[in-house]
Each structure stands twice: as structure tokens, then as C-alpha cells.
């Protein structure tokens, strides 16, 4: 196997290096103007220490992965072309209106409920780039009132006249009946072919989104088509890289669902959140290959903390009507928290609590923590960490980011110091705790609302400052046992290498499996089986198009279901693929009650209320060859090393400086363990064994955090 998976973060970009039986693990500042830039140098960092040459590894290697928070940051920054928007005749104020729930989503609840305080985020469609055509398709599917041709084309030039760069189709129940959109978008290529200079992207909104609900659908194109330009160019721009290099095989994404595919297999909207999401997947993996058991995931970077689940038997969460910045989109997405908090992440002062308040502001890479000498001038948590000693000024990053401590002290004293009458330890201190905090009440908060308890769960500590606040964030969260994994400061980018490619297809349905009126079980057998044969083919279309076998499909039925008229749907996987008679409709009825019974409690099923079906959906997929992980015991007779040097450390609930020893990369052996109060350097990241914790490394490199 030979592979290369990077993650481009808002600070870093990562890269994981697999050449056969060789691991290597790299990281470079990301380089937003050019990210090939970026990618380029952590690639040779890594060919570097494999002792091979770039041109020799792109001529050779089997596949090159990308998970990138480019369109993300586009979505928040705002960066993106004029969106127009076709919809149904009446309905011009369906996506304005927002549900009547625009100015809430994507805030937290404190947010949410301020209502003085509530404000709609600026449309990425304003209301004068909507446009409607007279047409109408019922909630059967058939038609009511025919589509003219000469109103979509007034339409259409009219929007073009306004300045719209790109047009989304979203008509109402399109998603039972696309004859209409798959009409507009036929006409719309004759006014304006692709192939000719000022061509207009035209996205259809059944095409994105195969649910019912015309506002998600609506606003996931949106979505989609605001996205769409520069996504294609960033990325036609890293393959374009690739090419000149020698790689002339087809360049992978990362997608959202925790799965992969091909450049003409990818929307943009899919690759939200793709890299964060790539680590949850590799925390599967570790989980489902060495018993770990429950598993909170953590990625700590630069710019963010990303929160993910995985609970026992390695079966992840997932968010089928997730909120993405502001906006309520219809997209099947592995369940992720994010906190603005990472090593980047400013610190100001909050004069209505006289505190300090951390992020959601990120230094991001330019210009930087202030430490890192590029003109930052706000203080940032990782200027706090090198104040109180924990990190090395001289060897940051393997000595590729030499740290200034006077700059980080200039900062904290002329942003902090007077405003809260504290001297810059102390200041540093409690930027410290406070990040600590704040990223421990976001693991709480995601554990206790789905019923688990942080005492039960191990915390995967991963990214480039994962393992340098593992100790602090476990304490405060009440957990006892933190693993740093192997390869932690490039996790993410390691579960990039161990995706497959898969697609999700789905539609919405109204199925009762059992109607507690006529107490009768679903006997339409062939409608439902013709529903999932469609949606199996349009998977199939996905996978063969990228040039895969149809003998190597495999194919994967999923049902959200619910109670009678609950809000809530469960989504339950099954271990069937049609339904051909009773037995598998009550076979389905059980596996939905074990599912719900283990997520909510026993006795919480409730078959009397009746049972319904509300998305049926397909995931399509090849299986391909991991990174295996070796086993993460530990004990035995281990040995304290010997330390390469000691320095004067302040810990957070410590009031005088220690002196701590300071261990290098030699130490993380399976035969040593570490006591804190210490320090170990490696040459991507740090870790902090805080006093009262021990350090237990592995056989492959994984680390333990325990407490004694």
C-alpha cells in the first residue's frame, strides 16, 4: 500500500505518508492563497524523512486523499459568487422565511434565546435573486400545471440581468416528480451551454438533496452552488499540482459522510467539515480494532476543537439534517460539535464578566499566534502555553517555527494585563484554564444529552495540540483514561488514508410498517423494494463512473424511522436489503426497537403508537485496504527514561513554578513510563503531563494519559 492523505487545516496542513510497511507523518503552515503551496512542502517533509524524492513517490504512489476546510472557511468568510434561485410559483418567500427559525440556527442556546438580541445571517440568495415559474407537481407526484418554456427563459434572463453567477432549481415535490427541474435545467443549457465563456452553473435541487422538505433542500443547493466555484477551482488547482509532479491518476476528496470519491463524484457542500470528520473515522477504526470501547474523539489545532462520538461496537453518529454555519442543510453528515478553540484561538478581555473570553477569533496561520513573530499582535492560547513553559521557543514544530517569548509577553501585558490587574503568568494561567474549561464542558454537554456519562468513555486526544491540554480538558470533563493515538498530531489526515469510497443516496418516504389503528403490518412489498433497487443503481452509477467493478459494490439499506408522530427519527441499519414478506417487516420492527432501546433505554420502545418509515436510504461503497492499528495495552515492568534537560513550568493549579523534566522523542517507548510533572517534545507536537498523571506509551507510537 502506498498512499499519501493530507488534511488542510486553518493553521496546519498534515500529512500522512504510507509507502508500504513506512508511516510518516508531516505538517507545514497552510498556505491559503495557494494551498498547493502548503501541500507541497509537508509532502517533502515527508519524502524527506522516508529518504525519498517527491517525483518518485507522486510517479508511484496509489492514491492521493484531500480533506480540506477550504469551503467551510468560504461559507464563514462569505466568499462565493451571486446565487440565483428558481422555485415554484407562490412559494418566492419559502427560503427568506427560513422556517421561521432563521435567526436561531447554528447559535447556541443562550444565542438562541436572546431574543433582543436576534438576527438573520445575511442570505447567501437575497430575496431579489428569487424568481418563480408557474408549474406545479403534487405530493403524488403528478403533475397539476404544466411547465412553459418561453417563462423559464424570461425568468433566466432575468436573473442573468441582476448578476446572478450561478442558479439553483428547487421546485416543490420535485423530489417525488424531477420532470420539471430536469425541463428547466435542459432549457437553461440551451440559453447558456457549458462549453461556451460565461457558461452559469445550474443545480438542481433534487439532485442534492432526495428528501422531503422544500426549505432543506432548498437551502443545501444554495449551499452547494455558492460553494461550488471555488471549490472547483482550489481543487482542479491541487490536481493541476498533482499532474505536474508525475501523479496522473484520479485525486480523491474527503467527504462529509465519512466516506471518499472522485472530483466529478463530489459536491461541494460534501466536503464541509471533511477533515474533522476524516478523525472520527479513524477513531472507528481504533475503536473497532482494539476493544476500546466507548470513545469521545478530540482534535485540538490550530483554529478549532473538533468533538466527535463513537460509542461501543464502533458505529459513529450521524446528523442527517445538520446546521452548517447558519444554515439548515439536508446532507447525511457524521455527527461533529466544534468549538472555536484551538492554539490559535485569541484570548480578549470580556468586560461585562471581567474575564477572559477565548475565540471564537483564530489567528489562524497569517499572521499567527503573536509568538510566531509574523506581525500577530492579539494574544492566542498557544502565546500562553510557551509563557508557562510548555513549549520549547527553539523547537517548535521540529525547529520550523522558531517562537518569539517577547512577543507573546507583549501581547498578553498590552491586550490583558491592566484590564484585569493580573501579572502575564497569571494571565497565562487562566487562559490556560480557561480553554481548558471550555472544551471540557463541550465534551460534558455532548455526552450527558445523548444519555452517556464522561466516566465511561476513553478520550481520544489527537491534533496538533491535543496531547499538550489532554490532562487539563480530561480533569475538568471527569474523565479518567485519555489517549493520544498513534500518529496524533496527523490523526485526521491518517483516517483520510483509511476511508473508502462510498455514496449516499436517499428519498424520503412515508411508509407504516405497523398501523396501530387497523393494527395491519406493510404488505407493498414491490413500491418499497422498487425505492431501494433506484437508489441502489444511482450508487452504482456513482462507483462505476470512477471505474470500479460492479461485482465490488456493496451495498448498505438504512431506514429513519420513528414512533407514531414522535419529532425525533431513529436511524437503524439493516441486515437486509428487501423487503419480500412479514418476516422481514418484523425483523425490521425488532432491529428498530434494539436500536431505540439502546439509545434511549430499555422499555422506551413504543410499537403501540405504530411505526413509520420516513427517509429510505442506500449507502454504496467498496471495501479497500487500512492502516492497521496494534494493540493499545498497557503495563508491564516499565522504566523511567532519563530526561534530556529540565525547565521551570507554571501549572494551572500550581501557585509556584516547578521544575519539570524535559524528555525528547527517545522516551516514547513501551518499556518507559513518565510521572508528571513532565514534558515530552516530538517533533509535531507536545505532550504535558500534568502533575498527578503518568504517561504510558505503545508499541505503535500511542500514548496514555492516566491518572494515579
Not at 91 to 118: C, H, K, V, W
Not at 241 to 266: E, W
Not at 684 to 690: A, D, G, K, Y
Request: glycine letters at 10%.
Amino acid at each position: 500500500m502506498k498512499r499519501i492523505s493530507v488534511d488542510i487545516g486553518g493553521t496546519f496542513t498534515d500529512c500522512f505518508f504510507v509507502w508500504d510497511d513506512i508511516y510518516v507523518e508531516a505538517k507545514a503552515l497552510t498556505t491559503h492563497h495557494n494551498l498547493a503551496l502548503g501541500f507541497n512542502e509537508a509532502l517533502d517533509l515527508a519524502c524527506k524523512r522516508a529518504e525519498l524524492d517527491r517525483g518518485t513517490v507522486l510517479s508511484e504512489v496509489d492514491s492521493v486523499r484531500y480533506a480540506t476546510t477550504l469551503g467551510t472557511n468560504a461559507l464563514i468568510e462569505r466568499k462565493g459568487p451571486k446565487v440565483g434561485a428558481i422555485v415554484t410559483h407562490g412559494f418566492e418567500d419559502t427560503i427568506p422565511l427560513s422556517r421561521g427559525r432563521g435567526y436561531g440556527e447554528g447559535l447556541d442556546n443562550s444565542m438562541q434565546q436572546n431574543l433582543p438580541a436576534a438576527e438573520r445571517p445575511e442570505p447567501l440568495v437575497p430575496r431579489a435573486l428569487i424568481r418563480s415559474v408557474k408549474e406545479r407537481i403534487n405530493s403524488a407526484g403528478k403533475v397539476v400545471a404544466r411547465l412553459d418554456p418561453q417563462d423559464v427563459r424570461t425568468v433566466f434572463r432575468d436573473l442573468v440581468d441582476a448578476g446572478a453567477e450561478a442558479v439553483v432549481v428547487s421546485l416543490t415535490n420535485a423530489t417525488e416528480n424531477p420532470e420539471h427541474e430536469l425541463q428547466i435545467q435542459e432549457i437553461l443549457l440551451q440559453e447558456f451551454p457549458s462549453h461556451e465563456l460565461g457558461a452559469i452553473p445550474v443545480l438542481l435541487g433534487h439532485q442534492v438533496s432526495g428528501r422531503k422538505g422544500e426549505y432543506v433542500r432548498a437551502t443545501s443547493t444554495i449551499v452547494d452552488a455558492f460553494l461550488h466555484e471555488i471549490m472547483f477551482h482550489a481543487l482542479s488547482q491541487l490536481s493541476t499540482n498533482l499532474r505536474d509532479y508525475g501523479y496522473d491518476k484520479p485525486m480523491l476528496v474527503i467527504h462529509n459522510s465519512g466516506g471518499m470519491a472522485q472530483m466529478n463524484s463530489t459536491d461541494a457542500l460534501q466536503t464541509i467539515h471533511s477533515g474533522p470528520i476524516a478523525g472520527v473515522g479513524a477513531a472507528e477504526h481504533l475503536s473497532s480494532e482494539t476493544g476500546l470501547g466507548h470513545v469521545i474523539s478530540t482534535d485540538m489545532g490550530g483554529t478549532s476543537f473538533d468533538i466527535g462520538l463513537v460509542p461501543e461496537g464502533g458505529v459513529k453518529h450521524y446528523d442527517f439534517l445538520p446546521t452548517i454555519d447558519r444554515w439548515l442543510v439536508s446532507v447525511p453528515m457524521v455527527h461533529l460539535d466544534t468549538l472555536g478553540a484551538g492554539g490559535g484561538s485569541i484570548a480578549s478581555y470580556d468586560r461585562i464578566h471581567n474575564a477572559i473570553k477565548i475565540g471564537p477569533e483564530s489567528a489562524g496561520s497569517s499572521p499567527g499566534p503573536a509568538c510566531y513573530d509574523r506581525g500577530g499582535l492579539k494574544p492566542t492560547v498557544t502565546d500562553a502555553d510557551l509563557l508557562l513553559g510548555y513549549l520549547d521557543p527553539d523547537n517548535y514544530a521540529n525547529g520550523y517555527i522558531k517562537l518569539n517569548p517577547k512577543r507573546a509577553v507583549f501581547a498578553v501585558e498590552d491586550q490583558l494585563c491592566d484590564e484585569l490587574d493580573m501579572d502575564v503568568i497569571d494571565v497565562a494561567r487562566e487562559i490556560k484554564r480557561g480553554v481548558d474549561e471550555q472544551m471540557a464542558i463541550g465534551i460534558g454537554k455532548e455526552l450527558r444529552v445523548r444519555g452517556y456519562l464522561p466516566e465511561d468513555f476513553t478520550m481520544l486526544a489527537y491534533g496538533g495540540n491535543g496531547p499538550l491540554h489532554a490532562c487539563g480538558i480530561a480533569k475538568q470533563a471527569g474523565i479518567k483514561r485519555v489517549l493520544a493515538p498513534p500518529f496524533s498530531s496527523v490523526f485526521s489526515a491518517c483516517g483520510a488514508g483509511n476511508m473508502r469510497q462510498l455514496h449516499f443516496h436517499e428519498r424520503g418516504a412515508h411508509v407504516v410498517l405497523y398501523n396501530a389503528t387497523t393494527r395491519a403490518l406493510f404488505d407493498r412489498y414491490d413500491e418499497l423494494n422498487a425505492v431501494v433497487a433506484e437508489l441502489e443503481a444511482r450508487g452504482l452509477e456513482d462507483l462505476v463512473r470512477q471505474g470500479f467493478a460492479t461485482k465490488d459494490v456493496r451495498y448498505r439499506l438504512e431506514m429513519d424511522m420513528r414512533y407514531g408522530n414522535q419529532l425525533v427519527t431513529t436511524a437503524v441499519v439493516l441486515d437486509i436489503s428487501r423487503l419480500n414478506g412479514v418476516g422481514d417487516v418484523l425483523h425490521t420492527i425488532r432491529t428498530f426497537s434494539d436500536v431505540y432501546s439502546h439509545r434511549y433505554g430499555s422499555g422506551s420502545a413504543a410499537p403501540e403508537a405504530g411505526i413509520r418509515v420516513q427517509t429510505i436510504r442506500v449507502a454504496a461503497y467498496v471495501e479497500g485496504d487500512v492502516v492497521s492499528f496494534d494493540s493499545l495495552e498497557a503495563g508491564g515492568t516499565r522504566s523511567c527514561p532519563v530526561p534530556t534537560s529540565h525547565r521551570l513550568v507554571h501549572f494551572v493549579d500550581h501557585p509556584n513554578v516547578l521544575e519539570t523534566p524535559v524528555y525528547d522523542q527517545a522516551a516514547l517507548t513501551a518499556e518507559h513510563v513518565i510521572t508528571g510533572p513532565a514534558i515530552v517534545t516530538t517533533e509535531n507536537t507536545t505532550f504535558l503531563v500534568e502533575p498527578g498523571w503518568r504517561l504510558e506509551p505503545t508499541p505503535q507510537g500511542a500514548v496514555w494519559f492516566l491518572q494515579d
